[in-house]
T-cell receptor, first 112, second 110 residues
């Protein structure tokens, strides 16, 4: 069964540092997403990406966030200057023409 | 996109029993999806039911959809301890993004 792969599984960073979370979506999927889940809270939508551009973003996805598909396989989320409140699980997902998302296992980001 | 509301918010049953969870939503949809999340893990897609379908089965899962009542149900038959997880419904229509609610926390006791 095809998988969405996320790396690293856990990242610890100092406040103010930049982090890049990486994802390899399923190869024939066209839509890509980032979600996050703060401990004990709901899974929140951050951004969707289609045809090499952002198709939708939430209020959470402010100027400190950016996404990129630098090549044909990777999809990255960059947080420019991390804050304590950015600590969360970050999930990448992709979907294809038949709907139904496939989520990655997540990256646990801890900002100290 | 809209958020589905799962009910009940928590359910505790014994292994072997059936578990039923309900989902309500507000506006018309293209499809409705159910996901499971084990503690600290990612979301796993369980089943998708399209707006023109009324019932769908996948293994021990049975999903129904009533578009006139804007509701769906997920039945897990012969539950196992490994079914312990949070379950989410995600109505989808008009936007490709999914919005997740608080989910339903299912505990299956061995």
């Amino acid at each position: 069964e095809p998988e969405v792969t996320q790396t690293p599984s856990h990242q610890v960073t100092q406040m103010g540092q930049e982090v890049i979370l990486r994802c390899v979506p399923i190869s024939n999927h066209l839509y890509f997403y980032w979600y996050r889940q703060i401990l004990g809270q709901k899974v929140e939508f951050l951004v969707s990406f289609y045809n090499n551009e952002i198709s939708e973003k939430s209020e959470i996805f402010d100027d400190q966030f950016s996404v990129e598909r630098p090549d044909g396989s990777n999809f990255t989320l960059k947080i420019r200057s991390t804050k304590l409140e950015d600590s969360a699980m970050y999930f990448c997902a992709s979907s294809g023409a038949n709907y139904g998302y496939t989520f990655g296992s997540g990256t646990r980001l801890t900002v100290v | 996109s809209q958020q589905g509301e799962e009910d009940p918010q928590a359910l505790s049953i014994q292994e072997g029993e059936n578990a039923t969870m309900n989902c309500s939503y507000k506006t018309s949809i293209n499809n409705l999806q159910w996901y499971r999340q084990n503690s600290g893990r990612g979301l796993v897609h369980l089943i998708l039911i399209r707006s023109n379908e009324r019932e769908k089965h996948s293994g021990r899962l049975r999903v129904t959809l009533d578009t006139s009542k804007k509701s769906s149900s997920l039945l897990i038959t012969a539950s196992r301890a490994a079914d312990t997880a949070s379950y989410f419904c995600a109505p989808e229509g008009g936007s490709e993004k999914l919005v997740f609610g608080k989910g339903m926390k299912l505990t299956v006791n061995p």
